[in-house]
């Protein structure tokens, strides 16, 4: 039982340029997260997701999109990337109350 | 605008001291409140959580407080030891909001031996 997990750990971008983050998650959950991590404001809300094939906005959403095709995987886009971008991202999982992090991707927009 | 803050921004704590670290929110609709830990390198993980109609939570070492009233909630962490040293952050969610949390800014608690 894998949890929650993230890919890549690292990955290193030039300014417009585009990528996917991929979350996956074993437990069946129906409830899935993207948050942004920042020195001194937390963690971010940046989209999620209430179920298969559906999305929404979080607090942060401009500059990302997301896609969650199948129940088990939660997609994060960056289409041109922006210095601005710049940060540890984090998936989340859950079943109802007890969110489940997984181990964070370090992105950084050169 | 911030709707949960969090105090204070760093702490450092003797070994055997208590550790105490304080949140204050706006939305009185909140209805769950869980301290998150997290270790350097990791993805943060659930510690404690209350619901509004108790005042207080204790889980070994970890005691949440609760004061509606006043909007705010506390994490104390009695006998801090040196594996406590990390980062912790508050949270809060509402009810039938997609289970969302709205997370403090953290606090980075050292424990020396």
């Known amino acids: 039982n894998a949890g929650v997990t993230q890919t890549p750990k690292f990955r290193v971008l030039k300014t417009g340029q585009s990528m996917t983050l991929l979350c996956a998650q074993d437990m069946n959950h129906e409830y899935m997260y993207w948050y942004r991590q920042d020195p001194g404001m937390g963690l971010r809300l940046i989209h999620y997701s209430v179920g298969e094939g559906t999305t929404a906005k979080g607090e942060v959403p401009d500059g990302y999109n997301v896609s969650r095709l199948k129940k088990q995987n939660f997609l994060l886009g960056l289409e041109s990337a922006a210095p601005s971008q710049t940060s540890v991202y984090f998936c989340?999982?859950?079943?109802?109350?007890?969110?489940?992090f997984g181990p964070g991707t370090r992105l950084t927009v050169t | 605008q911030q709707q949960v803050k969090q105090s204070p921004q760093s702490l450092i704590v003797q070994k055997g001291g208590i550790s105490i670290i304080n949140c204050a929110y706006e939305?009185?609709?909140?209805?769950?409140f869980p301290w998150y830990q997290q270790f350097p390198g990791k993805g943060p993980a659930l510690l404690i959580a209350?619901?509004?109609?108790?005042s207080e939570k204790k889980e070994g070492r970890f005691t949440i407080s609760f004061n509606k009233s006043a909007k705010q909630f506390s994490l104390h962490i009695m006998d801090s030891q040196p594996g406590d040293s990390a980062t912790y952050f508050c949270a809060t969610s509402e009810a039938n909001q997609g289970g969302k949390l709205i997370f403090g800014q953290g606090t980075e608690l050292s424990v020396k031996p």
């Open positions: 939305n009185t609709a909140f209805d769950y």
């Open positions: 209350i619901r509004p109609d108790v």
């Open positions: 989340a999982s859950t079943q109802g109350i007890e969110q489940y």
